[in-house]
């Protein structure tokens, strides 16, 4: 793709005058973008002197600084290490009605780490599938990506580069690692070259632009920007994909699940948790040293038990190293924001547990029933979220589903327990009796997400929860039984 590098064909004296034309366009188009909503990400790649903090600096002069940011990419550092390749990406998206520029980007992951972190073939695969995953994504739920290469032969970079070093004020710029990668530009050429075939797709196309003429790269870049931005505003973004496969692991409906006869009496309840108690703090101390990070997620319906078989797996914790994050419906800015941003957000380091009472699957339950969200973003979301926690597996966390499971009858027994309790009768409120009046709804609604989203790689559980003795212990030693699973593996 490098050598068919766009070229400029409008003649010299006209490109001032249109150049002009395009800025003044483009400081009225970012007032549309915030009446649209309409979330905006321009991403500059490109070989070391191509000129993009210069072309950055020309497209962020016009713009209201309120409502843009820019982000300059830099090597992953050690505690970014630690958590998923793309949640620092994640963490930059712009909200709807804004914009973010980056001065590289995700793809410092691909082609720089392939030839200077030394990553595997596999892992580069990995690696390329999650960036075109999470750039779909964005492009599914309405962001428009507009992502530049800049490219100058190896002659032009070593002219600049002199240009930078002669001049006491800039030459700092020019570094033992930018000469590195000048010298070997040939190999570098090829990488990236091949990053952009892998990395252009219906739904995120590359510009690759001939920077060897700043004032022809500017107008390019500007008409190109302000092309994609109407165009979008217009027509919006979002392209028809394939759909996805996963391997699934098959679950039977909820009303398949027999409750009867799972119940656990106090006396043997005490001695299972104190034994489940303590191999699960063991167990704890191995994943640490191991780093294997851990995600519980537990959902279920109002008064099914979720918070207090959370209690009892971390009270086997050590505090340090674990997190509990209850998930309530999002605020405005996580309202401005693709829904995974908030998830990603609070995953768990290596080493560590993140233990969510509810969590992304809201997005196919509450959202999908109290018509939140258009039918077209939850069907997505299926995929989405296979997407999301096949990445997580693949980046080697263990992720335990928990659906915990009780009858109508059972629920009506606890809500007036709570009701009638002075210390409980906080937990209940208006909205779980209206919740309640759904129940069919929400059933299928359940049966729909566990059927499409138990995966081989992260199956639901579904524990029976009628005697919260009895499933509080099943959680525990399902957790137990998984741990185990993943350290024997690891061997």
Same mark, same amino acid.
């Given at each position: 793709?490098?050598?068919?590098?766009?070229?400029?064909?409008?003649?010299?004296?006209?490109?001032?005058?249109?150049?002009?034309a395009?800025?003044?366009?483009?400081?009225?188009l970012?007032?549309?973008?915030?009446?649209?909503?309409l979330?905006?990400?321009?991403?500059?790649?490109?070989?070391?002197?191509?000129?993009?903090?210069?072309?950055?600096?020309?497209?962020i002069k016009?713009?209201?600084?309120?409502?843009?940011?820019?982000y300059?990419?830099?090597?992953?550092?050690?505690?970014?290490?630690?958590?998923?390749?793309?949640?620092?990406?994640?963490?930059i998206?712009?909200?709807?009605?804004?914009?973010?520029?980056?001065?590289?980007?995700?793809?410092?992951?691909?082609?720089?780490?392939? #030839?200077?972190?030394?990553?595997?073939?596999?892992?580069?695969?990995?690696?390329?599938?999650?960036?075109?995953?999470?750039?779909?994504?964005?492009?599914?739920?309405?962001?428009?990506?507009?992502?530049f290469?800049?490219?100058?032969?190896?002659?032009?970079?070593?002219?600049?580069?002199?240009?930078?070093?002669?001049?006491?004020?800039?030459?700092?710029?020019v570094?033992?690692?930018d000469?590195?990668?000048?010298?070997?530009?040939?190999?570098?050429?090829?990488?990236?070259?091949?990053? #952009?075939?892998?990395? &252009?797709?219906?739904?995120?196309?590359?510009?690759?632009?001939?920077?060897?003429?700043?004032?022809?790269?500017?107008? =390019?870049v500007?008409?190109?920007?302000?092309?994609?931005?109407?165009n979008?505003?217009?027509?919006?973004?979002?392209? %028809?994909?394939?759909?996805?496969?996963?391997?699934?692991s098959?679950c039977?409906?909820?009303?398949?699940?027999?409750? &009867?006869?799972?119940?656990?009496?106090?006396?043997?309840?005490?001695?299972?948790?104190?034994?489940?108690?303590?191999?699960?703090?063991r #167990?704890?101390?191995?994943?640490?040293?191991?780093?294997i990070?851990?995600?519980?997620?537990?959902?279920?319906?109002?008064?099914?038990?979720?918070?207090g078989?959370?209690?009892?797996?971390?009270?086997?914790?050590?505090?340090?190293?674990?997190?509990?994050?209850?998930?309530?419906?999002?605020d405005?800015?996580?309202?401005?924001?693709?829904?995974?941003?908030?998830?990603w957000?609070?995953?768990?380091?290596?080493g560590?547990?993140?233990?969510?009472?509810? %969590?992304?699957?809201?997005?196919?339950m509450?959202?999908?029933?109290?018509?939140?969200?258009?039918?077209?973003?939850?069907? =997505?979301?299926?995929r989405?979220?296979?997407?999301?926690?096949?990445? #997580?597996?693949?980046?080697?966390?263990?992720?335990?589903?928990?659906?915990?499971?009780?009858?109508?009858?059972e629920?009506?027994k606890?809500?007036?327990?709570?009701?009638?309790?002075?210390?409980?009768?906080?937990?209940?409120?208006?909205?779980?009796?209206?919740?309640?009046?759904?129940?069919?709804?929400?059933?299928?609604?359940?049966?729909?997400?566990?059927?499409?989203?138990?995966?081989?790689?992260?199956?639901?559980h579904?524990?029976?929860?009628?005697?919260?003795?009895?499933?509080?212990?099943?959680?525990?030693?399902?957790?137990?039984?998984?741990?185990n699973?993943?350290?024997?593996?690891?061997?």
């Amino acid at each position: 793709m490098l050598e068919n590098a766009v070229r400029c064909k409008e003649k010299s004296e006209n490109i001032k005058e249109k150049t002009d034309a395009l800025e003044q366009e483009l400081s009225a188009l970012q007032q549309r973008i915030r009446e649209k909503k309409l979330p905006v990400i321009l991403l500059f790649e490109g070989w070391g002197a191509s000129g993009k903090g210069t072309l950055i600096a020309d497209v962020i002069k016009l713009l209201d600084p309120r409502f843009f940011k820019v982000y300059s990419t830099m090597p992953a550092d050690e505690s970014e290490r630690r958590y998923p390749l793309m949640k620092r990406f994640w963490e930059i998206i712009p909200g709807y009605g804004a914009i973010s520029v980056l001065d590289r980007s995700w793809y410092r992951e691909l082609a720089i780490a392939r #030839l200077e972190d030394g990553i595997s073939e596999k892992e580069y695969v990995r690696r390329v599938d999650s960036v075109n995953i999470f750039e779909r994504q964005l492009s599914d739920d309405g962001y428009v990506i507009i992502k530049f290469f800049l490219q100058i032969s190896k002659k032009e970079q070593k002219k600049r580069f002199a240009g930078l070093r002669e001049d006491s004020s800039s030459k700092w710029r020019v570094t033992e690692l930018d000469m590195k990668r000048h010298k070997n530009y040939d190999e570098y050429y090829e990488q990236f070259d091949l990053m #952009l075939e892998k990395t &252009d797709t219906p739904y995120c196309r590359w510009n690759v632009i001939d920077a060897s003429d700043r004032r022809t790269a500017r107008f =390019q870049v500007l008409d190109i920007i302000v092309d994609s931005i109407k165009n979008a505003l217009v027509s919006g973004s979002g392209y %028809s994909v394939p759909p996805a496969e996963f391997a699934l692991s098959p679950c039977p409906k909820l009303s398949e699940i027999q409750l &009867d006869g799972k119940t656990l009496t106090p006396d043997e309840y005490g001695v299972k948790l104190k034994k489940a108690r303590k191999e699960l703090s063991r #167990l704890h101390g191995r994943i640490y040293k191991k780093k294997i990070p851990v995600i519980l997620v537990f959902e279920g319906r109002d008064a099914a038990g979720k918070g207090g078989a959370i209690k009892r797996v971390s009270y086997a914790l050590d505090p340090r190293g674990y997190e509990a994050v209850p998930i309530a419906a999002p605020d405005k800015n996580e309202l401005d924001h693709h829904y995974l941003q908030r998830f990603w957000k609070r995953l768990p380091k290596t080493g560590h547990i993140a233990i969510f009472d509810r %969590s992304w699957y809201g997005r196919v339950m509450v959202e999908r029933i109290e018509g939140f969200t258009p039918e077209k973003r939850w069907t =997505q979301a299926y995929r989405e979220i296979n997407e999301f926690e096949k990445e #997580l597996t693949d980046e080697g966390a263990v992720i335990l589903k928990f659906w915990i499971h009780i009858d109508k009858d059972e629920q009506l027994k606890r809500f007036n327990d709570r009701t009638n309790d002075p210390l409980k009768s906080w937990k209940i409120t208006d909205e779980d009796w209206r919740n309640r009046e759904k129940w069919d709804m929400y059933e299928a609604a359940v049966d729909e997400m566990i059927e499409k989203t138990s995966t081989k790689a992260a199956p639901w559980h579904i524990i029976e929860g009628n005697n919260k003795l009895y499933s509080r212990i099943k959680v525990m030693n399902t957790v137990i039984d998984a741990l185990n699973d993943r350290l024997d593996a690891d061997k």
